[in-house]
């Protein structure tokens, strides 16, 4: 199976108990695959993994595989953190799951290992895991900056087999290593505002939260049938291309640069206003203010790309 096309990452719905409320995040998984998407990532930090427990981890995976299984979908997992010896041990675990295409795992953070320490952080687990991996690099997250030829370096590792970009920007350290990566290196846009130029200098899709307000408008830009990733898709002109950009452009920045409720808070808002589940976080998470609430649940059909 092919990694390209948009991936979106899941929330982990929560009922009113506290309780992971597998039914919703099953009805959640088949409406973003109905809508358009590729495939699947639970367990990412949109999902709120460090708020879980271990058996409520396993279930779900178990929920979202099975969906991923019966849909055909690409299945991309999070798993890993900035310890080496218990990201291996996340990986390994992974092996539960044949459904996996692979494991999304983060650049080491907080602890800012250099370029050197991540290199060889994944390495180890290239080598150990049961399932490829896909590198997430956010800097701005971590702490940890990874230069072009350290991407590069990276890249080249057996096992590793793409990766997450989400630098804030399109940079030079980004541009250098998109012009001279192997071909069977993947990397997906993990900035909302920066997918199109990302896209034309040869990802192969995206990993975003904010398609989940207007996906069956999205996805048709991301692939052809049977082809290779482009933008836009065939039959959208290029006039009809900057059109969606001026429209699309604004509410995005709108949306991710509110102060008052985090990316995640959102992404929990729009699946309430689709009926998934209800607003509810885990701690140290809050809920969004009710006004908020609306705005996101009004931007559920007002947003379009």
Known sequence: MRMEGLLIPLITPFAKDGSVALDALEELAHRVLDDGAAGLVPLGTTGEPATLTAAEKNAVMDTVA????????????????????????AVKAL?????????????????????AGVVAHFTRLAAES??????????????????????????????IVGMKQAVGAVDEDTVRLMADKPESFAVFAGDDLYVSPLLALGAAGGIL??????????????????????????????????????????SRTRWWSRRCC???????????????????PRPPKRRCRRTNRVTAESRVVKISY
């Open 66 to 89: 099975a969906v991923c299984r019966d849909r055909g979908a690409l299945l991309i997992a999070g798993a890993g953190s900035n310890d080496t010896a218990g990201s291996v041990e």
């Open 95 to 115: 092996a539960k799951w044949p459904e996996v295409t692979a494991a999304l795992t983060v650049v080491p953070y907080y602890t800012r290992p250099g370029e």
């Open 130 to 159: 049961p399932v490829p991996l896909m590198l997430y690099n956010i800097p701005y997250r971590t702490g940890q900056v990874l230069g072009w030829q350290a991407l590069r370096q990276l890249a080249a590792v057996p096992g």
């Open 209 to 250: 939260a904010s398609p989940r307000t207007s996906p069956p408008t999205a996805s048709p830009r991301w692939s052809a049938p049977g082809g290779p990733v482009t933008w836009p898709a065939p039959g959208c002109s290029a006039i009809g291309w900057r059109r969606c950009r001026r429209r699309c452009s604004p």
């Open 262 to 280: 985090t990316p995640k808070g959102r992404s929990r808002a729009q699946a309430y206003a689709c009926h998934c589940c209800r607003p509810v």
